[in-house]
């Protein structure tokens, strides 16, 4: 690409940054003004960067942008804005668009399929054009999935011209919230703070039995409370922890496979979750915290989980830890980069203790990581007598790197919200009745079949969606009907924020399900691993996750509904911990040493106990007060059963 070209690409993305940073406390616009400046910005960039064909054409020897991805970028943005200037007269006329109106929002609609398309693969667009299709075919379909039908005005005015499709409630959470949440973990990895991540977990880990992979899970945790990304975490983590894993016996796919189990439940980990918190959050009207104290006890437990696989697989090889000498000294590590949790104590402290706004905390958080930065490189000039104005600059151009980068990893989830945002138009528009009659006649009624069914079209549609938009998508199709079914067949009613944390968790899965999972293919290239071999193995580390939100869809008390004791959130969240340790073990095949083939059927037995102790408490006929203690025979089993092993490992040596 051009010199110049390249520096335009830089300046709209870095105009665009400061926009988004600038909306919390400087700019005032309405909401859907705000939607469509972060459309229309997301167009004019992803026709610079994403080309039509993967080579470039060549201009006086280098890559250059065709005149054709110009002009898309310059009609998409002009499509979007198209509502900044005209809002006012197009809501008057709500349902009866004019002749510009129709010309705009048919190219505003090509125009996003196509931008999605390049950035996020075709899956997506696909899915758009199908329901449109459908949208207008219906009347035509046969009786079980006829349709009334719509006319292009009212497709047009439920799709473009309203907040009820493209311009709705994903893409303000991505304009207003997730943009300055992206954009604190560009500017944070940029200003080093995943190499300190990595090193600070190399340092309290490395030395023990499997120490890397340990490293591996807790700084790809650490990196996606802020990053939001699997990809980003594989890439950010993998680089170098993927190495260390092979250094010390790992084989290639194990290693690669347990950088992506770890990087993909990273979007698990709260503030950011993949957007997943703020638009849950913005569907059901709660507080952005409910959310985020809902997902944090199935997030800690399916991250203790993997902490765990990676032991047992540590045990299986015979490993050890890496020696003193391979790994940083906690001390070093903590004096030179300690400043990189000053940032994230500040966001959780804005969050949790002072209750400002997400985008109100992601703000003053950004404010402070940028101070921060730039005394940090002032005193370090001081302190070594150089020239300040070349330390102030590279301090600017590394936090210009990192809103370049903020914007530039933004562009999937502003296209994916905004296309997605048809598939939720046209399911608004009278569709999704239709679809819950009929998912809930494929299900008979089960909701057990139901949730396998959601899980498994979830694993589906994700093989080709990112995990916002799998989730956008899925959670306008099948929420209804689990919540629906659940109250019908008289089952106890499933909590609206335990399905779409469902529908959401099996959205994470994808990341890394063969044959296209795109997290293992990343960490298999650093790795040197077979992709296919890496996303099975990574797939089976993931079951742990797999079977959490089974779980708290039947036991809503793991989301902590309603529990506010901290002595009730302990219980639950110790029992939830040997819930998923048992499952883990009859799924490693191992606890002190292998299993025997009859202890398989008792490990998962145990975690169901674990997991639902009201089972056991229904079945021994005690009091409602006792349900917790219906656990403690489950313990006692468990506790005989590592006694027995460690005797038959003893025996055997």
């Not at 909401?31 to 054409?57: D, E, G, M, N, T």
């Not at 709705?168 to 190499?195: C, N």
């Not at 490189?377 to 070594?384: G, N, P, V, Y």
């Not at 093989?463 to 079914?485: D, H, R, W």
């Amino acid at each position: 690409m051009r010199r110049y070209e390249q520096k335009l690409i830089s300046v709209i993305a870095l105009i665009w940054a400061l926009f988004q940073l600038a909306l919390p406390k400087l700019i005032i616009l309405d909401s859907i003004r705000i939607r469509a400046i972060h459309l229309a910005f997301a167009l004019l960039l992803v026709f610079l960067i994403r080309p039509f064909r993967k080579c470039l054409k060549i201009q006086d020897g280098k890559p250059a942008i065709p005149w054709y991805d110009y002009l898309l970028a310059i009609t998409g943005a002009i499509s979007a804005l198209y509502l900044v200037i005209f809002w006012l007269p197009v809501s008057a006329r709500s349902g009866s668009p004019n002749l510009p109106d129709t010309i705009v929002s048919v190219l505003l609609i090509l125009i996003l399929l196509e931008a999605a398309r390049r950035q996020l693969g075709a899956a997506l667009s696909i899915i758009a054009v199908f329901f449109t299709i459908y949208a207008f075919l219906g009347p035509y379909l046969p009786y079980l999935l006829a349709f009334r039908g719509v006319s292009l005005d009212k497709y047009l005015s439920q799709i473009v011209l309203s907040t009820e499709g493209i311009y709705g409630i994903p893409l303000d959470v991505s304009a207003v919230t997730v943009f300055l949440f992206v954009l604190f973990g560009s500017l944070l990895e940029k200003t080093g703070a995943g190499l300190f991540f990595n090193d600070l977990a190399l340092s309290l880990l490395g030395r023990y039995k499997g120490g890397p992979a340990k490293a591996a899970v807790v700084s790809s945790g650490l990196t996606g409370i802020v990053s939001g990304s699997s990809i980003a975490n594989v890439v950010t983590t993998g680089t170098f922890t993927i190495p260390l894993m092979k250094k010390v016996g790992y084989p290639a796919e194990i290693a690669a496979a347990t950088e992506v189990a770890a990087s993909t439940n990273g979007q698990l980990m709260p503030p950011i979750m993949g957007a997943a918190a703020f638009i849950i959050a913005e569907y059901l009207g709660l507080p952005y915290l409910q959310v985020v104290k809902a997902a944090a006890l199935p997030a800690v437990v399916s991250y203790l989980a993997l902490f765990y696989i990676t032991h047992l697989e540590a045990s299986k090889l015979g490993m050890k830890g890496l020696s003193r000498s391979d790994l940083p000294r906690l001390a070093a590590v903590v004096r030179t980069g300690f400043y990189h949790l000053i940032p994230l104590l500040i966001l959780l402290y804005q969050l949790i203790i002072l209750r400002h706004t997400p985008q109100l905390s992601a703000f003053n958080s950004i404010l402070s990581l940028i101070v921060i930065t730039l005394l940090k490189d002032l005193l370090e000039a001081l302190r070594t007598k150089s020239g300040i104005w070349i330390f102030m600059r590279n301090s600017f151009l590394v936090l210009g790197r990192g809103f370049i980068a903020g914007s530039r990893n933004m562009l999937s989830v502003a296209l994916a919200t905004a296309a997605a945002g048809i598939v939720v138009g046209i399911v608004n528009m009278g569709i999704g009745s239709l679809i819950v009659q009929i998912v809930e006649s494929l299900s008979g009624g089960n909701i057990l079949v139901l949730l396998l069914i959601s899980a498994l079209a979830s694993l589906i549609l994700g093989m080709g969606l990112p995990t916002t938009a799998t989730y956008i998508v899925m959670a306008s199709i099948t929420v209804p009907v689990i919540i629906k079914i659940s109250h019908l067949y008289g089952l106890h009613p499933v909590p609206a924020i335990a399905a779409h944390l469902f529908c959401f968790y099996f959205g994470i899965l994808a990341d890394d399900t063969p044959p296209v999972g795109l997290a293992a293919y990343t960490a298999a290239a650093i790795a040197h691993s077979d992709p296919i071999r890496t996303g099975i193995k990574a797939f089976s580390y993931d079951l742990r996750t797999a079977i959490i939100p089974f779980m708290f869809v039947f036991n809503p008390a793991l989301l902590l509904l309603g529990v506010n004791s901290f002595w009730e959130i302990t219980v639950i969240f110790i029992l939830a911990a040997l819930g998923i340790f048992s499952f883990t073990n009859a799924v490693q095949g191992w606890f002190i040493t292998r299993n025997r083939w009859w202890e398989l059927p008792l490990f998962l037995l145990l975690s169901l106990v674990f997991f639902q102790p009201a089972l056991l408490r229904n079945l021994l006929h005690l009091p409602a007060g006792y349900t917790y203690l219906a656990a403690l025979p489950a313990l006692v089993v468990y506790f005989l059963l590592y006694l027995l092993q460690k005797k038959r490992l003893l025996r055997n040596a």
